[in-house]
């Protein structure tokens, strides 16, 4: 170092040639497609909850009119969750240079000395913290989540749910006051001075272009090793660094992803042995109670059906057979006109041991109480004796090891 | 940046600071506002915590992992410079990148800190994440070093016998 190194606050002490307004409003502009892509799909897998219908359900229930566009979550296209929470994990893992990229681009003006130069200026800065903070709060989260890192202060999902609100509040206000500034630097009509432009600038290592190519090469190494355990199948084998990537649980029929084994949730070969299980299905017309035999001897029908979960990785169609959730309706007095279904798991602790399902869920013909799969009977990690089984619900929904079905409108 | 600030208010009061745009004024009110309605349900919980992960968040990336890697980058940089290869750079620095990348975003799994949870929950092996980080990790250096060392065959190829 020459004479008088100089601080941060100074502008000649950052250096790279490659700062300036287009590089910036190239990952920018990507982002805000992006994020708004995440924000989108983010809402829509709260929606996929169906957390109007039951306390269970919701795992924000203070969200006030942050729930405003809430709505009955369909059964079909089967593979609709599998689509919107792939992309919404998948995309979020791919955007993460992009993020990087971006906060290194501007991380001068950190350090921009005055700290304010009108009362705008100042809340727009406030506004920053927010957003870069917000911003790296929804990534880390999210990346820990699907990680099983349960370390964040707090239950994912309200911290996910409010913070991403917290953060799109913030991203709001930064899309609505840069983006015109943004498109005019990547048209090549800004000929303000930038203040990310060193003035002393250090010999280039690498173009603006190149150092794009590096970014985007980053996104597609973390999206070609991440994707597979999304499309299932051969290409789970691809999915090197995924959490549910490169191999199976064990071969066989039983043998896809599992989401929580039965030892996990603590459920004992006594629970589920043949002379202690009975499922209780309660509803107008009273209560019936069902071994596992009887309910084999109930008309069976078959759905092939995937597994998706919150987590972004989800399962090729599985073949399930069992018993249709409205001919269990029409046991307990609720023939043609299946009601809403409240779902209890055997399992004595986790947050969705207990679920609800829709009318329109209860109503489809390929929703089941199923008790086999892939032609064999279910296994303890897949919900024996007997598990729910919806079209594109998201996974929590398909309750494992079911002890008791209350129909009725909830 | 030129600010347009109301003569009126500069002559009544010449120290304040000036109030910027209204409708950038306005835009942020609202954007608190909503930022606010979130923050308080999303501060319900671990209030001290989750402030803490966001301040955190900001600082830790812009005041510990912007510098270190740039610092190491830098080191590489200037090593390679006083070799004499400043054209090598790259060839360094893309693997690093990616390679810095992937431990960063899998850090869990491949640190083998969540083996316990991810075993117990999924039925999976969790061995195997460190060791294809590293084979991936050894590809994209390995690539990189064969990259250069054919550029580097080229390039002697075609220059003038005389030079030898």
């Known amino acids: 170092m020459r004479d008088h190194p100089p601080l941060p606050i100074s502008p000649g002490f950052w250096r790279?040639?490659?700062?300036?307004?287009?590089?910036?409003?190239?990952?920018?502009?990507?982002?805000?497609?992006?994020?708004?892509?995440?924000?989108?799909?983010?809402?829509?897998?709260?929606?996929?909850?169906?957390?109007?219908?039951?306390?269970?359900?919701?795992?924000?229930p203070d969200k006030g009119v942050l729930g405003f566009y809430l709505f009955a979550w369909p059964t079909g296209p089967v593979w609709l969750y599998r689509l919107t929470q792939g992309v919404h994990v998948t995309l979020g893992i791919t955007l993460i240079p992009v993020l990087l990229a971006k906060l290194w681009s501007v991380v001068p003006r950190l350090f921009t000395l005055p700290p304010a130069r009108s009362v705008a200026h100042a809340l727009e800065r406030v506004s920053l913290l927010l957003l870069v903070g917000g911003g790296l709060f929804e990534f880390t989260t999210g990346v820990l989540n699907v990680q099983l890192d349960y370390v964040f202060p707090g239950s994912f999902y309200p911290l996910h749910f409010y913070?991403?609100?917290?953060?799109?509040?913030?991203?709001?206000?930064?899309?609505?006051l840069r983006t015109p500034t943004a498109l005019r630097a990547v048209?090549?009509?800004?000929?303000?001075?930038?203040?990310?432009?060193?003035?002393?600038?250090?010999?280039?290592?690498?173009?603006?272009?190149?150092?794009?190519?590096?970014?985007?090469?980053?996104?597609?190494?973390?999206?070609?090793?991440?994707?597979?355990?999304?499309?299932?199948?051969?290409?789970?084998r691809t999915a090197l660094l995924a959490p549910h990537g490169t191999a199976d649980p064990g071969g066989g029929p039983n043998g896809f992803q599992i989401n929580k084994t039965a030892a996990y949730a603590g459920i004992t070969a006594a629970d589920t042995h043949p002379d202690a299980w009975r499922l209780v299905v309660t509803g107008r017309s009273g209560t019936v109670r069902l071994s596992r035999a009887q309910l084999l001897q109930l008309p069976q029908h078959s759905a092939s059906l995937p597994i998706a979960c919150v987590e972004g990785w989800s399962t090729a169609d599985q073949w399930w057979r069992g018993v249709r959730l409205r001919d269990l309706a029409a046991l307990v007095g609720y023939d043609g006109d299946p009601p809403d279904v409240f779902v209890e798991s055997l399992q004595r602790h986790g947050a969705f041991r207990r679920a609800a399902l829709r009318a329109n869920?209860?109503?489809?013909?390929?929703?089941?109480?199923?008790?086999?799969?892939?032609?064999?009977?279910?296994?303890?990690?897949?919900?024996?004796?007997?598990?729910?089984?919806?079209?594109?619900?998201?996974?929590?929904?398909?309750?494992?090891w079911v002890a008791r079905l209350t129909f009725g409108d909830l | 940046m030129p600010h347009r600030v109301p003569l009126g208010s500069v002559l009544r009061r010449p120290r304040r600071m000036p109030l910027g745009s209204p409708l950038q004024l306005l835009l942020l009110a609202c954007s608190f506002a909503l930022a606010a309605y979130a923050g308080i349900r999303l501060l319900a919980g671990d209030r001290l915590g989750v402030a803490l992960w966001i301040v955190g968040a900001a600082l830790l990336h812009d005041l510990v992992l912007v510098p270190l890697y740039s610092l190491a980058d830098r080191a590489v940089t200037?090593?390679?410079?006083a070799a004499g290869r400043r054209g090598w750079t790259l060839y360094a620095r893309v693997p690093a990148m990616l390679s810095g990348l992937l431990l960063l975003v899998w850090f869990p799994l491949i640190s083998g800190m969540v083996d316990e949870p991810y075993r117990s929950a999924t039925n999976l092996s969790p061995d195997g994440f460190l060791t294809r980080w590293l084979l991936i990790s050894a590809v994209l250096f390995g690539g990189s070093a064969l990259l250069l060392a054919w550029r580097l065959r080229r390039a002697a190829k075609h220059r003038p016998p005389a030079s030898h």
């Open chain 1, 16 to 60: 790279s040639p490659l700062r300036g307004p287009w590089l910036t409003s190239v990952l920018g502009l990507v982002l805000l497609i992006g994020i708004t892509v995440l924000f989108v799909t983010g809402l829509v897998s709260y929606a996929a909850y169906n957390p109007g219908l039951s306390p269970v359900n919701d795992q924000t």
């Open chain 1, 163 to 176: 913070g991403a609100w917290v953060f799109f509040a913030a991203f709001l206000a930064h899309a609505a």
């Open chain 1, 187 to 236: 048209r090549g009509r800004l000929h303000e001075q930038s203040d990310l432009v060193t003035p002393r600038p250090a010999p280039p290592t690498v173009s603006r272009r190149g150092a794009l190519w590096l970014v985007g090469g980053g996104s597609l190494l973390l999206f070609l090793t991440t994707v597979g355990q999304s499309l299932g199948g051969p290409f789970r």
């Open chain 1, 361 to 400: 869920q209860v109503a489809d013909e390929r929703s089941l109480l199923a008790l086999s799969v892939n032609g064999e009977e279910l296994s303890p990690d897949h919900g024996h004796p007997a598990r729910i089984i919806v079209p594109a619900a998201p996974g929590v929904l398909n309750t494992k």
């Open chain 2, 78 to 81: 200037r090593g390679l410079g």
